[in-house]
C-alpha cells in the first residue's frame, strides 16, 4: 500500500493518498498562533487539537486510506525539529516518530514556558514557538489514526 502523506502547510494540512487529496482548513501557523498563554494553557493545547482531529474526521471521507494506513508520511515546517528535539540533536530524514516518544516530546514542550522550552536539545530560538503548531498537527494525526508511529519526512 502506498503511504499517506500529511503535508503540513501554515494554513492548512493536505492529506494525499494514491490520486486521493484533501486539504483540511487549518495549518501549523494557525494551530501555534492560538497558543497565547506562556506556558501554554491546558484548554489551549485542548482545544487546538480538537480543532485538527475534527477536520481529520471530514478529510477521512475523502482520504478513506487515512484511517487504515499502514505508513504514514508527515513532512513541512518543522517536522525535523520535532524529530531533533526528541532525540536530543540533529537527526536524518527520514524518521520513524512512534506515539509515545510524540507524545513525550508534546507534553515537555507544551507545559514549559518559552524560556525554559528554549533549552531544549535540538530546538532552535526561531523555532520555541512555532514548533507547538507542528507538533499538535502531528500529534492529532497520531491519534485520529491510531497510528503507533509515523515517518518524519523531507520535502
Not at 34 to 44: G, Q, S, V
Not at 77 to 95: I, S, T
Amino acid at each position: 500500500m502506498t503511504p499517506v502523506r500529511i503535508e503540513l502547510q501554515p494554513q492548512h494540512i493536505e492529506v494525499t493518498h494514491d490520486d486521493l487529496r484533501t486539504a483540511i482548513p487549518v495549518g501549523v501557523g494557525q494551530l501555534a498562533a492560538a497558543i497565547t498563554t506562556d506556558p501554554p494553557a491546558p484548554e489551549e493545547l485542548t482545544n487546538a487539537i480538537g480543532w485538527v482531529l475534527d477536520h481529520l474526521e471530514d478529510a477521512g471521507r475523502e482520504v478513506p486510506a487515512l484511517e487504515f494506513a499502514d505508513r504514514i508520511e508527515v513532512f513541512g515546517p518543522l517536522v525535523d525539529v520535532v524529530a531533533d528535539v526528541e532525540v536530543g540533536g540533529a537527526v536524518d530524514l527520514p524518521y520513524e516518530l512512534f506515539r509515545e516518544s510524540a507524545e513525550e516530546v508534546f507534553r515537555t514542550l507544551a507545559t514549559e514556558r518559552r524560556v525554559d522550552r528554549a533549552s531544549n536539545p535540538g530546538l532552535p530560538a526561531d523555532a520555541v514557538h512555532d514548533v507547538l503548531g507542528t507538533l499538535v498537527a502531528v500529534v492529532s494525526v497520531m491519534r485520529f489514526t491510531a497510528a503507533t508511529s509515523v515517518w518524519l519526512v523531507a520535502q
